[in-house]
């Protein structure tokens, strides 16, 4: 199927999947302007929305950072949903203190993705996550969408491989990495 300039396209980015992602198979800093093109790919924008789980931080300098990331974002074209990281801590009946994280977007990308069905053609996806699969498959059969997925491929699921309608690795995107320099050549984009 070829891209229509008039087809409406809805992106959600899993923004804890791609964090992990990146650092675990890319070098470089991610061009997340250039992500959007690319999910894009001259049709017509709805809507794209980043999903981000912020981690609490004491440090101002950290939370600064936080803040031009979300602006520079904003700045791209991505609609913003975060909320904060959940630490939980226990301990063992041996007296060890075990402490876990809790952080996605997945119940709330489904949501979301679920409330813009009327009035998209075509939805990307990116993330990896087999979690997506049974909303993507309601998705193509029940509301006849277009789903597209874009991700590291050395961790994305078989079973997203299988279900979505055309597959895009993060590695094949041209000038989507870039070196890693300043901090103010990340923000200077």
């Not at 791609?18 to 991610?30: A, E, R, T």
């Not at 041996?94 to 977007?105: A, T």
């Not at 979301?112 to 993330?127: G, K």
């Amino acid at each position: 199927m070829e891209n229509r300039s008039d087809e409406r396209v809805a992106v959600f980015v899993d923004g804890a999947n791609l964090y992990h992602s990146i650092k675990s198979y890319y070098g470089g800093v991610l061009d997340y302007g250039r992500l959007l093109e690319a999910a894009v790919a001259g049709r017509r924008l709805l809507r794209a929305t980043f999903y981000l789980v912020e981690k609490q931080e004491a440090d101002e300098q950290v939370a600064s950072s936080t803040r031009s990331f979300v602006y520079n974002l904003n700045r791209f074209g991505y609609k913003v949903r975060s909320k904060p990281l959940t630490v939980h801590e226990t301990t063992t009946p041996s007296g060890e203190r075990v402490v876990s994280h809790k952080g996605d977007w997945d119940v709330g990308i489904v949501v979301d993705m679920i409330r813009l069905a009327d009035h998209a053609d075509t939805y990307v996806l990116v993330s990896g996550d087999g979690d997506y699969v049974e909303v993507i498959d309601y998705l193509q059969s029940e509301r006849g969408l277009r789903v597209e997925v874009i991700s590291a491929a050395q961790c994305t699921a078989q079973a997203l491989f299988d279900v979505c309608d055309r597959y895009t690795d993060l590695g094949e995107i041209p000038e989507l990495f870039r070196e890693r320099g300043p901090l103010r050549d990340l923000q200077a984009r």
